[in-house]
Structure formats: C-alpha cells, structure tokens
C-alpha cells in the first residue's frame, strides 16, 4: 500500500477510537445520573445520540 493510504486508515481508526472513548464516557456519565444538557455541552454529543448511546457503542466497537 502507498504510504498516504496506511496513513488514512491510522487516521480513520484514530477518529473511530476517539469516538468510541466519547462515547463510553458519555455513558458513565449517564449512568451516574449526570443531566443529559450537561453531557452533551461537554461531549460535543446530540440528544439523540445521548438518548441511544448502547446501540452507538455496539456500531463502534463492529466498526473498530
């Protein structure tokens, strides 16, 4: 592989572990009761995705 693919695929798994970190951080933070309007503030996040953070993690890690 060319030396600008192999660093494309690095970058794009950085991005996907990235995300996945916020994510399982969200999480625990919903999980101990933190307001949803707090953890989107702090995690970049929508709503929608706060609401469905499970189904989010479970994509990631197939995709990871």
Request: one cysteine or more.
């Amino acid at each position: 592989l060319p030396i600008y693919a192999v660093e494309n695929a690095e970058a794009k798994g950085d991005v996907r572990g990235s995300r996945l970190i916020t994510l399982r951080t969200a999480l625990n933070l919903k999980r101990i009761g933190l307001d949803p309007f707090v953890i989107a503030q702090c995690t970049g996040l929508s709503w929608e995705e706060i609401n469905d953070l499970e189904k989010l993690i479970r994509k990631e890690e197939i995709k990871c």
